[in-house]
């Protein structure tokens, strides 16, 4: 399996930028390999949202909350992926997780989830 590792986090005042860094070891189970990989975010009390999610063919989708913002940049193959993090306001405030996924059978999808990073954003 695909072991996952997030370093970046930190402090930052409102306005600052982060960036975030997620490196995949191991390998896949399945023949296909990884096809995307994203990073989560999860604040106190609320439900673990998707931020950003880059695919093997170069496609990326971000949430709302930080289009114009963030930044996903990596390469599929290698099991790297980063998140570039400017104009960080208090609200994205969050524990962020590292993603990486692959088919498992022809529907479902197995999903590696990393053990996380603080990012706290003080304003």
């Known amino acids: 399996q695909v072991r996952l590792a997030e370093s970046g986090g930190g402090l930052v005042q409102a306005g600052g930028s982060l960036r975030l860094s997620c490196a995949g070891s191991?390998?896949?189970?399945?023949?296909?390999?990884?096809?995307?990989m994203g990073w989560y975010r999860q604040a106190p009390g609320k439900q673990r949202e998707l931020v950003a999610v880059?695919?093997?063919?170069?496609?990326?989708n971000y949430a709302d909350s930080v289009k114009g913002r963030f930044i996903i940049s990596g390469d599929i193959a290698k099991h790297t992926v980063y998140l570039e993090m400017n104009s960080l306001k208090p609200e994205d405030t969050a524990v962020y997780y590292c993603t990486a996924e692959e088919p498992d059978g022809p529907v479902e999808r197995y999903t590696y989830w990393g053990q996380g990073t603080q990012v706290t954003v003080s304003s």
């Open positions: 191991g390998s896949t189970v399945g023949t296909t390999g990884i096809t995307d």
């Open positions: 880059i695919t093997n063919y170069g496609s990326t």
